[in-house]
């Protein structure tokens, strides 16, 4: 049985890759499935904690039991989701794959294909809705960050994972290390886990339930301090 070290903490978790559309038919996206950040959801309702899960697309994943889902397709409205959730909860998980850019211009119909070269798309840089919440953190509210990292070796990963636990602020980093079966659209996932004190230890590979488990041990210790 899993342990009961949740029960009535409010929890929020982002989940899924958001899309940011370019005409009614088309849209920048990621690989995002949504099975990690549902995973999360799942496994801290089944530890007692009362779960708002914000979905942005995944593979058309079923709502875990006993969660409230809420969705957020593109990454600004996952950011007004996030906002409006989170002030009252204990702990905030962003694993969602939240696009850096959306398109400046929705086209209103869809593009036409035309004889001559294609206009560039101009982009547009989207909020950091970690950073954000960060910033307005209740007092006490645990954050919880992702990094999706590439690298040519291990340290190069976490290396760039410390200076963005630095950056965003955050307790928790979660670290994927992206390729090989893992991280997005698999079944298993890998990597570490930083926080804020200095502390790391890796996450052996396993399913996203046994991830999720090791986030939510390392999560219930912060609380319980
Ligand atoms: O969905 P799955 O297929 O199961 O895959 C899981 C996952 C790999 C998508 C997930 O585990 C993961 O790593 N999610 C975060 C991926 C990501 O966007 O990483 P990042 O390094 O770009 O962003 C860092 C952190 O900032 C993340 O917590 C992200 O949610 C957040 N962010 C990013 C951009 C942005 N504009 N706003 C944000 O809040």
Known sequence: ALPRDLEGVRVVVSAGGTREPL???RYLGNRSSGKQGYAL??????RGARVTLVSAHTVGL?????????HAGTAEELRDAMHAASPNAGVV??????????????AEYKIKKTDSDPDPV?????????????????????????????GDS?????????????????????????????????EDNAGWLLSADGGERPIELGSKA?????????????IQQ
């Open 23 to 25: 005409d009614p038919v």
């Open 41 to 46: 959801a799942r496994t801290a309702a089944q």
């Open 62 to 70: 079923p709502a875990p039991a006993g969660v409230d889902l809420v």
């Open 93 to 106: 998980v962003m694993a969602a794959a939240v696009a850096d850019f959306r398109p400046s211009t929705r």
């Open 122 to 150: 101009s982009l547009t840089r989207n909020p950091d809705i970690l950073a954000e919440l960060v910033a307005v953190r209740a007092p006490g509210q645990v954050i919880v960050g992702f990094a999706a990292e590439t």
């Open 154 to 186: 291990n340290a190069d990963v976490l290396e760039h994972a410390r200076a963005k636990l630095k950056r965003k602020g955050c307790d928790l980093l979660v670290v994927n290390a992206v390729g090989e079966g893992r991280a997005f659209e698999t």
């Open 210 to 222: 046994h991830m999720a488990s090791d986030i939510w041990d390392a999560v219930a210790q912060l």
